[in-house]
């Protein structure tokens, strides 16, 4: 089951778009032991960030090319 709920984190933090991630009754009360994965091999998704240029006049959804806008850290001065 966890190798089916990474893809969708992945999917939502890369492109910045909600994910609804179904199961059924049956899945949810079965009880099973399961091997832990190895977390150092899964990839690790950066968020686009905004430079310092682009902190000067920041819009949280700004329009870019590939339709993700850079999102600042919290705190980030110039970052709301």
């Not at 709920?5 to 399961?34: C, M, N």
């Not at 091999?41 to 905004?50: A, H, S, T």
Request: aromatic share 12%.
């Amino acid at each position: 089951m966890y190798s089916a709920h990474y893809p969708s984190l992945y999917i939502a933090e890369k492109w910045q778009t909600p994910v609804i991630f179904l199961t059924d009754q049956s899945l949810a009360h079965r009880t099973q032991t399961f091997v832990i994965p190895d977390f150092s091999k899964l990839p690790v998704v950066n968020r686009i960030q905004p430079t310092a240029e682009e902190l000067k006049e920041y819009k949280r959804f700004a329009m870019t090319p590939n339709g993700v806008s850079p999102m600042a850290i919290p705190g980030t001065e110039g970052g709301c």
